[in-house]
């Protein structure tokens, strides 16, 4: 299947085999698990990966600004993480048969090239693997496809209002190429679209919508209610002057 976006590519799965709860590397010039910035950890979640039991991750550092982003605090890619590794690896060895799988979140986790190994061993320990991405970085997100089992993929808003969600020029190209890149792989996805009531038209909604459904063929597309909690003092500002005028 020829690209959208001019772009494509061949996906070859295959198999983990770490099993140690030691982060191991693939090679010498891959991180290892132990590299991951983690920024903060909910140890159990019900509600970040539809019908499973989870621990969630939360990676630092993100290449966009989004308008209502309200995990603004741990988007600086240069703050180190707060949570180790291997404090993960001996929660997951402890419970094995309790939780059905692991979430990585952000921030944009695929930022992080440790990723791939941290996926990988959580699949060797038996956990399934979820993914929260914005499609920043194709290309890294393409390296992870043969460790994830179910992405929630956040798409924006139409390709030519995407920046003004982003803050960042060019950002609907790696959005929508990891977009098409998930549906051509077969896994499982979930993709979301917070709603922007300082930037997004219900007509905008609508056309991404119908882009979402007819072009590529996404058939679990959620809406989601922006929130202010957690989010800048200009965006609150922002959100409240939008709804004061109706």
């Known amino acids: 299947m020829t690209s959208r976006l001019d772009r494509d590519g061949e996906f070859g799965l295959a198999v983990p085999s770490v099993v140690s709860t030691r982060a191991t590397a693939l090679n010498s010039t891959e991180p290892s698990a132990d590299e991951l910035a983690i920024a903060g950890w909910s140890r159990l979640s ?58 990585f979140s952000g921030g944009e986790p695929t930022r992080q090239r440790a990723l791939v190994a941290a996926a990988r061993q959580v699949r060797g320990l038996g956990f399934g693997v979820g993914l929260h991405t914005g499609g920043a970085f194709p290309t890294r997100l393409r390296a992870l496809l043969p460790y994830i089992d179910w992405v929630g993929l956040d798409i924006k808003a139409p390709p030519d209002r995407y920046d003004e969600i982003t803050r960042r020029q060019g950002s609907a190209r790696p959005a929508f190429e990891s977009l098409e890149m998930v549906m051509e792989a077969g896994i499982s996805v979930q993709v979301r679209t917070t709603v922007d009531p300082t930037v997004l038209t219900p007509g905008d909604v609508t056309r991404l919508t119908e882009l979402l459904r007819d072009e590529y063929g996404v058939d679990d597309h959620v809406l989601q209610t922006v929130r202010s909690d957690g989010t800048s003092e200009e965006y609150r500002n922002a959100l409240k002057k939008t709804e004061l005028m109706g």
Request: some cysteine; proline content about 9%; hydrophobic content about 35%.
């Open 46 to 103: 019900t509600c970040d990966w539809p019908d499973r039991i989870v621990t969630t991750l939360f990676l630092q550092g993100c290449p966009w600004r989004c308008t209502y982003c309200h995990n603004y605090t741990i988007l600086d890619p240069r703050t180190p993480g707060v949570v180790p590794w291997q404090d993960v690896a001996d929660l997951l060895a402890k419970r094995q048969g309790l939780l059905d799988g692991v979430v």
